[in-house]
C-alpha cells in the first residue's frame, strides 16, 4: 500500500514523503496512530493544502521530544524481580514494564517500539537500553534488574564503576583466602596441642614408675577342665588295680 507520511517516522522518510508499505503495517499501526494517509489523490491534494500545518506541527513534536530526550538522558531505573540463585529471572522484563516505570518515575508517556530492546531481560543485572524519543534523536537509559532496591542501586554503582568494582572485588576475594589460611593455621595449631596433650597422657612423666597393671584372671579353658578330669580318672583306675594287686594270696 502506498501512503503519504505526515510525521518523520525512522526508517521510513519525513514529511510528505509518498512511500510503500506493507498493508497489515499500514491498517493495523501507520493509519490508526495518524502517521500517514493513503496515497490517494484527494489525499495528496488535502496534504498539499494542509503542508504547512503538518509541518508546523511536525515542528512542535519535534521540540517537546528534545525536551523529553533532556529528561530521560541518563536515567537509571530498578525493576525489582524474583530471581533463582543463578540470576534467572522467574519471568521476563520486556518494553512494556520499562515504558511503565518511565511514565511512574518521570510523567512521560512512550510507545513500545520507541524502547529499542533486542530481546526480553531474562536475568538478573544492568543493561544499557537505548530509547528513539524521535527520529534521529536517541539517548540511553540504564535499566538495573535486581531483586531487591538496595541491590539495584549496589550494581548501578558497580556499573559505573567498574574499576573500583573490580578493586574491591579483588580486595574481598582476598580478605576471604587470608581468612581461610588463618582458619587453616588455627586448625593445625589446635590439632599440634591436642596431640602433644595425648602423648602426655600415655607416656609417663619421669621420675615416676608405671603402676603394675592388674591383668584379669583368665577364665578356665574348658579344653583344660576335661584333661585335668581324664587324669583324675587314669589315676583312680591306676589305685584300683593296685589295690586289687596287693590282696591276692601268695602261693605256697
Do not use: C, W
Amino acid at each position: 500500500m502506498e501512503v503519504i507520511l505526515i510525521e518523520n517516522i525512522e526508517k521510513l522518510g519525513k514529511v510528505g514523503d509518498v512511500i510503500k508499505v506493507k498493508d497489515g503495517y499500514a491498517r493495523n499501526y501507520l493509519i490508526p496512530k495518524k502517521k500517514v494517509l493513503r496515497a490517494s489523490k484527494e489525499n495528496l491534494k488535502i496534504f498539499e493544502e494542509k503542508k504547512l500545518e503538518i509541518e508546523a506541527e511536525e515542528k512542535k513534536r519535534k521540540e517537546k521530544s528534545e525536551e523529553v530526550a533532556k529528561k530521560i538522558k541518563g536515567l537509571e531505573i530498578i525493576i525489582i524481580r524474583n530471581a533463582s540463585e543463578n540470576g534467572q529471572l522467574y519471568g521476563s522484563v520486556t518494553s512494556k514494564d520499562i515504558v511503565k516505570e518511565i511514565l511512574l518515575l518521570n510523567k512521560i508517556e512512550l510507545l513500545n517500539e520507541q524502547i529499542k530492546l533486542k530481546k526480553t531481560l531474562k536475568s538478573i543485572g544492568v543493561y544499557e537500553v537505548e530509547i528513539s524519543v524521535y527520529t534521529d534523536l536517541k539517548t540511553k537509559i540504564l535499566i538495573s534488574v535486581a531483586k531487591t532496591k538496595e541491590l539495584g542501586i549496589k550494581q548501578i554503582k558497580e556499573f559505573k564503576t567498574p574499576k573500583k568494582a573490580l578493586k574491591v572485588k579483588k580486595r574481598e576475594e582476598l580478605n576471604d583466602k587470608k581468612n581461610k589460611i588463618d582458619e587453616k593455621t588455627e586448625l593445625n595449631t589446635k590439632d599440634l596441642i591436642h596431640e602433644i596433650e595425648k602423648k602426655d597422657e600415655i607416656e609417663p612423666k619421669e621420675g615416676k614408675k608405671p603402676k603394675d597393671k592388674i591383668m584379669p584372671k583368665k577364665e578356665t579353658n574348658k579344653k583344660s577342665t576335661k584333661t585335668k578330669e581324664k587324669t583324675k580318672l587314669k589315676k583312680e583306675k591306676i589305685d584300683i588295680k593296685s589295690s586289687k594287686t596287693k590282696k591276692k594270696p601268695k602261693k605256697k
